[in-house]
């Protein structure tokens, strides 16, 4: 049996068949809206991404239930990246005339499961046949408190550079992939199937420990740009203080330009944030409260742009800056 054969509204109730009510849902899947209630006192935030096959993801690397999880966590990650608590999820779904029901059922078991690991539920969305490959639109809705929102401009000249987690694992994983090889299976999971930090970005906002704060989609140096920009600063970063796994430190003693994935690399879903000194004490114990590594990579500065100092002093130059789609 094809997908076809289900029909554009027999797949939207194969879906809704599978999605839990919940209170703060006054409508669901099935009617032309979603309606929500919010937490009083609360702002709603919106967040919205794409996956879309040969650009994202390979249907050859990677199984449909990792790619479901993927789709929720990257959109979660933003999320995390204000601090806010995630509620609904809006799914767009592209799919190709080739997909079996199987693979649909499963990408929708892995769209379900990452949800409610996140605390969201299902609202919504639409369905259409894609003529190249499949297509996954999520937009994902939560909320904040308003005094608790962090956003990218508020780091302040003095501040320190923290990121949660390593960096470089993902992007190593897809330089395995596109070079035929296969990557190593202690990070696999870090390309295909990543866990966004929510509950580090909650406990940045709550604890007011954060001055600005982003999630690593695009790699060190583009996303930190951002904060740069937003905060009209610049800031000095450490390289021997980058937080690498193992398996990519490793790598990096045989190939010392492997360096490149760990600043530009794209795809880790980690936090970076700018923090006071003061609250040094307290992000250590947030670390360990949580058994996840937080590293002080380095600080804020005045002087406009970013500068990564080897441990000689020397800055490291590179003409690799993050993942831009329409480079």
Not at 108 to 118: C, H
Not at 168 to 177: H, N
Not at 209 to 238: E, M, Q
Request: aromatic share 4%; charged share 20%.
């Amino acid at each position: 049996m094809s997908l076809g054969s289900y029909g554009e509204f027999g797949l939207i109730e194969r879906i809704r068949a599978q999605v839990a009510g919940r209170d703060d849902v006054l409508v669901g899947i099935g009617d032309d809206c979603c309606a929500t209630m919010l937490p009083p006192g609360e702002v709603l935030l919106t967040t919205t991404d794409l996956l879309i096959e040969e650009i994202h993801f390979r249907r050859a690397w990677t199984d449909f239930f990792a790619l479901g999880c993927k789709a929720v966590a990257v959109n979660i990650s933003d999320i995390a990246a204000m601090g806010g608590t995630p509620r609904t999820l809006s799914l767009g779904l592209g799919l190709p005339a080739d997909l079996c029901p199987e693979d649909f059922d499963q990408l929708i078991a892995g769209i379900l499961t990452a949800a409610q690991e996140y605390g969201a539920v299902l609202s919504g969305g639409d369905t259409c046949r894609s003529p190249a490959g499949l297509l996954l639109s999520v937009t994902v809705q939560g909320s904040s408190k308003p005094e608790e929102v962090l956003r990218r401009s508020g780091a302040r000249v003095g501040d320190l550079l923290y990121v949660s987690g390593t960096l470089g694992d993902s992007a190593l994983v897809l330089r395995e992939l596109l070079t035929g090889r296969t990557p190593p299976a202690e990070l696999a999971g870090r390309h295909h199937q990543p866990t966004a930090r929510l509950r580090l970005g909650q406990e940045l906002a709550q604890r007011r420990l954060a001055t600005a704060l982003i999630d690593l989609s695009d790699g060190l140096r583009a996303d930190l740009g951002h904060i740069l920009t937003a905060s009209g600063i610049g800031a000095r970063v450490d390289a021997a203080s980058l937080p690498l796994s193992p398996t990519f430190r490793t790598a990096l003693a045989i190939e010392p330009s492997l360096l490149d994935l760990a600043l530009a690399g794209g795809e880790d879903y980690e936090l970076l944030w700018s923090a006071p000194p003061v609250a040094a004490p307290a992000l250590a114990a947030l670390g360990t409260e949580l058994g996840l590594p937080l590293t002080c990579i380095g600080e804020i500065v005045a002087a406009a742009g970013l500068h990564v100092v080897a441990a000689d002093g020397e800055e490291i130059i590179s003409s690799k800056v993050g993942y831009n789609h329409f480079s």
